[in-house]
Each structure stands twice: as structure tokens, then as C-alpha cells.
């Protein structure tokens, strides 16, 4: 385990940049107004694929995962 990354009302675009240092998976967002979606939580940097799929739980967003390998 790597550990936990914090974050208190961060827009997700900032959060995203932090996350791609920590997987070797594309993550992009694709609209500006989900980008600056709010995001308080911790993500564990072992679990960035389970953390990808989460959003849309919580967030009016859709997860497109057409390049996964």
C-alpha cells in the first residue's frame, strides 16, 4: 500500500491530476462543469480502478471505459 490521498473540497479536475501520477491509466474528464465538481474524501492510491467507478454515485456523471485495457 502506497496510502491514502485527503482532499477537502477539491474540484475533481485537481483531484484527477494528483491520481494519474499514481496509475499508468488515462483518466480524463470530458466535460468542464464535472471537472469542477466538488470532491471531499480520501482515495487509496491502491485502489484508484474501484475509486474511477464511484463517481456516479454520487455525482450526475457517466464513467466511459472504452480504452481499459
Known sequence: MR???????RPLTSVVADLVRY????????DAAAGG??????IDT????????A???VYPVAIDRSGDN
Not at 496510502?3 to 473540497?9: E, T
Open 3 to 9: 496510502g491514502d490521498l485527503a482532499y477537502v473540497d
Open 23 to 30: 496509475t499508468t491509466r488515462d483518466i480524463l474528464i470530458g
Open 37 to 42: 465538481l466538488r470532491y471531499t474524501g480520501t
Open 46 to 53: 491502491d485502489a484508484i480502478d474501484q475509486w474511477i467507478a
Open 55 to 57: 463517481p456516479v454515485w
